[in-house]
């Protein structure tokens, strides 16, 4: 398996694009659909599936226009953040769907999912938002928003939860192993590493 790392705009969340051959997925595009059709190009790849951590603008803006470059590409998220309220934080399903941008819109749950030839594991981790997943590709952990490298996502924006986040922190943690941690925003980490020197984890008595 092989991972990119794309920092896009607005607001520098990064996009994961996951190749497998010729096969691939995006994980958060961002709002630069441009910038993932040119790297999934220079890459030989063609996305399966877009997966989203959750629903904010800044990981979710690019969806419409890459539905549009990829006709009928299914796109995952949690249904707790495609209901979401607000608009000008969670685009969806208000004006994008109006717009015909989503065209294969799927309910992402707890459990195992097989797309592009990777199996993946998504865990539900409230906190940042209702419906904030991550997702497990073998020794690798996609985060989101949920966790951060020696920080967490904030809590205060509508649907954010620090006891939640607390929850789906300790989850995290017990899952052991040295994991490469893949975040929303800024750099990458390990799970270790977290649990030894992110404040947030040490609060937890682990």
């Known amino acids: 398996?092989?991972?990119?790392r794309l920092p896009l705009p607005p607001l520098g969340a990064n996009c994961y694009l996951l190749r497998n051959g010729t096969r691939g997925l995006v994980i958060d595009p961002g709002g630069d659909a441009q910038s993932v059709e040119r790297a999934c190009r220079d890459l030989g790849m063609r996305p399966e599936a877009v997966l989203l951590t959750h629903g904010h603008f800044d990981h979710v803006g690019a969806v419409p226009e890459l539905c549009r470059m990829y006709p009928l590409l299914p796109v995952y998220l949690h249904d707790l953040d495609a209901g979401a309220s607000d608009p000008q934080l969670f685009p969806l399903p208000t004006q994008m769907e109006r717009a015909g941008a989503w065209d294969d819109l799927r309910e992402l749950e707890e459990g195992c999912l097989e797309l592009a030839g990777f199996h993946i594991h998504v865990l539900h981790t409230p906190g940042h938002s209702e419906g904030s997943c991550c997702f497990q590709v073998g020794e690798h952990l996609f985060t989101g928003d949920t966790l951060f490298r020696f920080s967490v996502g904030r809590t205060d924006l509508p649907g954010g939860s620090g006891e939640a986040l607390t929850r789906s922190l300790r989850r995290l943690a017990a899952l052991g192993g040295d994991y490469a941690v893949h975040p929303g925003h800024d750099?990458?980490?390990?799970?270790?590493?977290e649990c030894q020197r992110n404040p947030y984890l040490q609060g937890l008595g682990l």
């Open 1 to 4: 398996m092989d991972i990119h």
């Open 187 to 193: 750099a990458p980490t390990t799970l270790s590493a």
